[in-house]
């Protein structure tokens, strides 16, 4: 079974710029996380998606992230103008069903650089 | 808001010793779940303890939640090179959110 996709792994950009990230889960999972880890620091969930509504985004800093998965399958994250601090690795998750105890699966991030 | 720590923050050992790592919190946990990352990949499960007092084994890895649900414990007897990576503990305190810790950078030096 493909785990989930995500691209690209690597992006360097400058401050003030904008960046998307693409997430696709692992087929039949109807729920979606984006997560941020900052170097040093475990993940800190942005945004969870069930199918193509938003269950949760009270981290996501909207003035500047927006996420959508429209047809309840792929996923986009934006940052848009991008800040030093946004310099992090952007983890995509899915799992079968909500739920602490419904196994999360993790893709393998994009490393942001902001310079 | 709830917060874990873990300790040591950083831990290098020679291969076939033991260790031990800690997950902390000041709240009560619902259940708790402990990942290992390693470099450029995302968390990989293995384990999720939901009663106070429980221990888990995963063949050299035993894991225990406390009788407060308060703490944690990773214990890795004979370690080897391949247990090298981030231990991340993940906390549910009653909203099914997962809680981040802030890891433990173990490395076994063969």
């Known amino acids: 079974e493909a785990g989930v996709a995500q691209s690209p792994r690597y992006k360097i950009i400058e401050k003030r710029q904008s960046v998307a990230f693409w997430c696709n889960p692992i087929s039949g999972h109807a729920t979606l996380y984006w997560y941020q880890q900052i170097l040093g620091q475990g993940p800190k969930l942005l945004i969870q998606?069930?199918?193509?509504?938003?269950?949760?985004d009270s981290q996501l800093p909207k003035d500047r992230f927006s996420a959508e998965r429209l047809k309840g399958v792929d996923s986009t994250l934006k940052i848009q103008p991008a800040k030093l601090e946004d310099s992090a690795v952007y983890l995509c998750?899915?799992?079968?069903?909500?739920?602490?105890?419904?196994?999360?699966?993790f893709g393998p991030g994009t490393r942001l650089t902001v310079l | 808001t709830q917060l874990l720590e873990q300790s040591p923050q950083f831990l290098s050992i020679q291969e076939g010793e033991n260790l031990t790592v800690y997950c902390n919190s000041s709240s009560v946990f619902s259940s708790l779940q402990w990942y290992r990352q390693e470099p450029g990949e995302g968390p990989v499960l293995l384990v999720t303890v939901v009663t106070g007092g429980e221990v888990k084994k995963l063949k050299r890895l035993t894991f225990q939640f406390g009788d407060a649900r308060k703490d944690s414990s990773l214990h890795i007897t004979a370690a080897q090179p391949g247990d090298t990576g981030l231990y991340l503990c993940a906390g549910d305190f009653g909203n099914e959110k997962l809680t981040f810790g802030t890891g433990t950078r173990l490395t076994i030096i063969p």
């Open positions: 998606f069930q199918n193509n509504g938003v269950v949760d």
């Open positions: 998750a899915s799992s079968l069903e909500p739920g602490f105890t419904d196994t999360q699966y």
